[in-house]
């Protein structure tokens, strides 16, 4: 152990003649505890927020799509084999997208009706893990009438359930002398799905490719597009661009997940910067407390500090007595913090006792993910910010005249 280390820890653990001050080191202590716990719930639950938004998109959505500005893909069986080969493309499925009008007995709803093929869907997206009621294999067998698969909120909203029949109308069925006209078909319901995302629950709904085309007039052998999902999501726009440069363009489009919700992303990630910095000054405020504390302790310590010089201590020493003084209460700051903030997050995650309104925050319950590079920046800028504290009472306290210090005593 150092000198100055030993002398550091004795001042913070002696008693002093003035309570006051250590009731400020206590304060100092408390304020940058409840900053660094502050950052790590707030910026585990944003980064919990938008993973668990991510994953959800993702569930029922593909990592990249592919259209044709023609209003469609003709042929699309030897063109999806063509585009799993491409490196980094680990799944490709048809789809058909649609909206139409659900109605029931007990409602009628706006509905997004995609055409699926269950057993390609299955390498593309989740849905399989949504259900909480049926299969998606369900939509392949042969019964009086074609399957659906709706959404929970959507299934409540109109009073449905699983083996329940249902009417679809869409406005562009079927050719005519007059253009198109809207056809109606009767489904049967046969699974339900609940992704915890209010916008999707209550307002998508799947069927087979098969009577997708039959509701839109269209022939076997065309559908909206094609689903692709990739080995790694967060290189969607690469494999995306290759996708791209392979279909040569027009009439084709390509699209990844990344660029369709970018906004979104984009203003979650700002809203996490801007909530770091504000409660960042929580932590400020804190260290503000410890200049307090090491100030009035300098005034204390007057005589001890000009016996040290006396006996040899240089300025340097004295300055690095105060700055590990100072370094100690941000220490155990930021310790109580991380055990507050990471206890507070586990119990957020493991019981979910704060709720949301589903239909507001399209989420149910509060989620919770801590990165490692958020924790140790938080870590850092904690002991920053208490080392900046430290300087000015440690200058004052080695700027000291031990004859002016004594010369009273």
């Known amino acids: 152990m150092t000198f100055e280390f030993f002398i ?11 309570a006051f001050i250590s009731v400020i080191s206590l304060v100092s202590i408390l304020g940058v505890a409840l900053g660094v716990a502050s950052l790590i719930i707030v910026l585990g639950v944003m980064n919990g927020f938008s993973q668990n938004l991510r994953d959800k998109i ?5 990592h990249v799509l592919v259209g044709s500005y023609t209003g469609g893909i003709p042929d699309y069986f030897h063109l999806a084999g063509e585009l799993e080969e491409i490196p980094g493309v680990r799944g490709v499925a048809p789809f058909i997208y649609t909206e139409v009008m659900l109605s029931s007995p007990g409602g009628v709803k706006g509905v997004v009706l995609r055409g699926i093929d269950p057993q390609q869907a299955s390498n593309v997206l989740s849905l399989d893990r949504e259900m ?4 998606v294999q369900d939509l392949e067998e042969e019964r009086d009438f074609p ?3 709706i959404g929970r ?3 409540t909203g109109v009073g449905v359930g699983r083996g329940d029949t249902v009417n679809i109308l869409s406005p562009s069925g079927g050719r005519s002398s007059a253009g198109f006209t809207p056809t109606v078909s009767t489904f049967e ?5 609940r992704t915890g995302m209010y916008e999707y629950d209550s307002s998508f709904g799947y069927t087979s490719i098969s009577a997708a085309q039959s509701i839109l007039g269209f022939r076997e052998d065309l559908v909206t597009g094609l689903e692709l999902r990739v080995f790694d999501a967060d290189q969607a726009h690469v494999a995306a661009g290759r996708v791209g440069e392979f279909l040569g363009g027009y009439p084709f489009y390509v699209r990844h997940w990344m660029e369709m919700n970018q906004n979104l992303f984009a203003a979650l990630k700002l809203e996490k910067i801007a909530m770091g910095v504000i409660l960042a000054m929580i932590v400020l405020v804190g260290s503000f407390s410890i200049i307090t504390a090491l100030v009035m302790l300098v005034m204390e310590k007057t005589r001890d500090i000009a016996v040290m010089m006396s006996m040899g201590a240089t300025r340097a020493t004295i300055r690095r007595i105060f700055i590990i003084l100072g370094m100690m209460i941000g220490t155990v700051g930021t310790a109580l913090g991380f055990a507050f903030g990471l206890g507070i997050s586990h119990l957020l995650k493991k019981y979910q006792f704060i709720r949301l309104p589903a239909d507001v925050y399209y989420l149910d319950h509060l989620p919770v993910l801590h990165q490692t590079g958020d924790l140790v920046l938080i870590g850092l800028a904690a002991m920053l910010l208490c080392f900046m504290a430290t300087i000015y009472p440690a200058r004052k306290a080695s700027n000291l005249n031990p004859a002016d210090a004594l010369r009273y005593e």
């Open 8 to 18: 550091a820890l004795r001042y913070l653990r002696a008693k002093r003649e003035q």
């Open 147 to 149: 399957g659906i698969i």
């Open 132 to 135: 909480i009621s049926g299969r």
């Open 189 to 193: 319901v046969r699974g339900i799905f």
């Open 58 to 62: 993702l569930g029922i959505n593909a």
């Open 153 to 155: 909120e959507l299934a």
